[in-house]
């Protein structure tokens, strides 16, 4: 088994700032791509493009861009890849405390403890945020560390006054997650990762976390809010409406491309989770990007 081994990233913070700031040009932003955590907060904005989001147990798919905020230690993938066709990704990770624990107790700043609490299931946000902050993220790749600073705070408040946003993931998935659980938790998402075009056999799968079918399967539940077997169905209907979008290939050959062997079953799973069938979505999409 290759690539299962979680990614724990320790991240410095950027010359002279008390966060890390790196603005990336389309797809280069590429050492991501495993999952990994880091007990840093992070902020990506992906500007134009499409791909796959996956943080935490949520796998879906963006279309325009996208916007997110990660809570700290919360698993995750990289966004973007030579696929995405996205202008440029910024990437913002700051501790929790980065302006230290009294600051953020204060009335004028409240609001950011509030939103970083709000991050620990992962925030997406829409359009009209993407469009109302997205310029001025890009824009502190330009500036010194103190105005650096202040539009950061700015874009938190935005951030925190959106209502236009998306929770991620079940209530309580980040909160049980303690170190060892996301040592664990990785090296599952990695295999799935891995090898979700093949067949995955749960109790080869339990027995790699060192744990028995039964209890494996609780404690997946309990973590992610999903059933094992949910999950790796997600993944690969994830993966199928990514070539859907990128490739013009029979949406059979998509369907074993993802990983399912039964085309009917893959059919039915697709629009549970979508809402609509394999063609219908391929059309969309095509509407989306003339």
Request: with cysteine; proline share 2%; hydrophobic share 35%.
């Amino acid at each position: 088994m290759r690539n299962t081994k979680p990614g724990f990233e320790i991240i410095e913070s950027s010359f002279g700032s008390s966060f890390y700031y790196s603005k990336y040009a389309e797809n280069l932003n590429n050492k991501a791509h495993v999952w990994h955590y880091h007990p840093e907060i992070e902020m990506v904005f992906v500007n134009g493009g499409s791909g796959k989001r996956q943080i935490g147990s949520h796998l879906s798919y963006y279309t325009d861009g996208d916007l997110i905020l990660i809570g700290s230690n919360l698993p995750h993938c990289g966004f973007t890849d030579t696929n995405t066709a996205n202008k440029n990704e910024t990437v913002i990770q700051m501790k929790p405390t980065f302006l230290g624990a009294d600051f953020l107790k204060l009335q004028e700043t409240k609001y950011i403890s509030d939103l970083f609490n709000k991050a620990k299931g992962g925030i997406a946000f829409g359009a009209e945020t993407k469009k109302t902050v997205g310029k001025r993220i890009e824009s502190m790749d330009n500036q010194q560390p103190f105005d650096r600073l202040l539009t950061l705070l700015s874009v938190l408040k935005d951030l925190e006054n959106a209502k236009d946003y998306k929770i991620l993931n079940a209530s309580g998935f980040s909160m049980e997650m303690q170190v060892q659980d996301n040592d664990r938790i990785n090296m599952i998402f990695n295999y799935i990762k891995d090898h979700f075009q093949e067949e995955i056999n749960l109790a080869a799968t339990a027995e790699m976390a060192s744990m028995t079918t039964p209890s494996f399967c609780r404690y997946f539940k309990k973590i992610t809010k999903k059933t094992f077997t949910r999950f790796v169905n997600e993944y690969r209907v994830v993966h199928a409406a990514k070539l859907l979008a990128e490739k013009q290939i029979s949406i059979a050959n998509i369907s074993y491309e993802s990983g399912f062997n039964n085309f009917s079953h893959f059919n039915k799973l697709f629009k549970e989770f979508t809402g609509k069938s394999a063609s219908e979505y391929r059309k969309e999409l095509k509407s989306v990007f003339k």
